[in-house]
């Protein structure tokens, strides 16, 4: 994006008007203020509509992104794919981070997209932010991103960045537990070891740990040309339950749930108790026998 100076701000507006013009499916809005500044600006396109309503149910909203010398917010709205692609639902540019301006950002996308609110939303840590989305979004369930998580525990916790120990039973906490119970077990061995209890950071990550989930990276174009000219090869004869994956799932996914079949193979299950017409099983792999689960 080139820099905005003078009268390169109503460039911009004229270039989305035009497109607009141009193209019914397109929607934008701009935002100015008393002195009829731009000072907020979001945009979508006919594609980015079609992706949302398809796969709108999961969205990351990042603000990390900062462009130009007047130090504009650019605030892309994300989703993945059955591809497990990136897929752009819309962009904007924004002039701050506060609770106002994600309002009026968040009600505009709202309304570009026919009221249609996704089910899950991904963002850094920001209260301002979360503030926007429980007033905006209300009944979408909002959690962060670990990759935020984790890049702050390395430029916010003072000594302990250079503790490659401590790094790694941070991303322990956010990566590697496979229940709760383990997690519990060693993210408070963790704060006891380096004596975080009073620690308002870590006091607060814990509070919200229910909010930490992951982000992705993938390419959609290589993807989906592998899936239209390719059919998956498997290490199991494609017959029966892998027969009918390799029909139904995309490649990406194909792979991931073949995983999950090879770990279904080594896993023992056994009857843990009885309550009327219901079982509950103890379910563990044969190799790693510290990953039991209950169900």
């Given at each position: 994006m080139k820099r905005l100076e003078g009268k390169d701000t109503q460039a911009v507006v004229n270039m989305l008007i035009k497109r607009g013009e141009e193209d019914p499916t397109f929607y934008f809005r701009v935002k100015v203020n008393e002195a009829n500044q731009v000072i907020s600006m979001f945009w979508r396109d006919g594609m980015m509509q079609e992706d949302y309503d398809v796969y709108g149910d999961v969205c990351v909203f990042d603000t990390t992104f900062r462009t130009n010398k007047y130090n504009l917010v650019c605030a892309p709205f994300v989703g993945v794919n059955n591809h497990w692609s990136n897929v752009m639902f819309g962009c904007a540019f924004i002039a701050d981070e506060k609770t106002h301006t994600f309002v009026w950002l968040l009600e505009t996308f709202l309304e570009s997209m026919g009221g249609k609110?996704?089910?899950?939303?991904?963002?850094?840590?920001?209260?301002?932010?979360?503030?926007?989305?429980?007033?905006?979004?209300?009944?979408?369930?909002?959690?962060?991103?670990?990759?935020?998580?984790?890049?702050?525990?390395?430029?916010?916790?003072?000594?302990?960045?250079?503790?490659?120990?401590?790094?790694?039973?941070?991303?322990?906490?956010?990566?590697?537990?496979?229940?709760?119970?383990e997690f519990e077990t060693t993210w408070f061995d963790m704060i006891t070891k380096y004596n975080l209890q009073n620690h308002d950071r870590f006091t607060n990550l814990y509070t919200i740990k229910e909010k930490w989930l992951d982000r992705w990276r993938y390419q959609e174009d290589q993807n989906e040309y592998d899936c239209g000219n390719a059919l998956p090869k498997s290490d199991f004869p494609m017959v029966g339950m892998i027969k009918h994956a390799?029909?139904?799932?995309?490649?990406?996914?194909?792979?991931?749930?073949?995983?999950?079949?090879?770990?279904?193979?080594?896993?023992?299950?056994?009857?843990?108790?009885?309550?009327?017409?219901?079982?509950?099983?103890?379910?563990?792999?044969?190799?790693?026998?510290?990953h039991t689960a209950i169900m």
């Open positions: 609110s996704p089910i899950t939303i991904f963002t850094d840590q920001d209260q301002a932010m979360a503030n926007a989305i429980e007033q905006v979004f209300p009944n979408t369930r909002h959690r962060l991103c670990l990759w935020h998580l984790q890049k702050n525990a390395v430029s916010r916790f003072g000594d302990l960045k250079a503790d490659n120990t401590f790094k790694d039973t941070f991303k322990k906490c956010l990566y590697r537990c496979y229940n709760e119970e390799a029909n139904v799932y995309t490649l990406t996914l194909f792979r991931d749930f073949e995983k999950e079949f090879k770990y279904a193979m080594g896993c023992i299950s056994n009857v843990n108790y009885i309550n009327g017409n219901f079982f509950g099983y103890k379910v563990q792999h044969e190799s790693w026998p510290e």
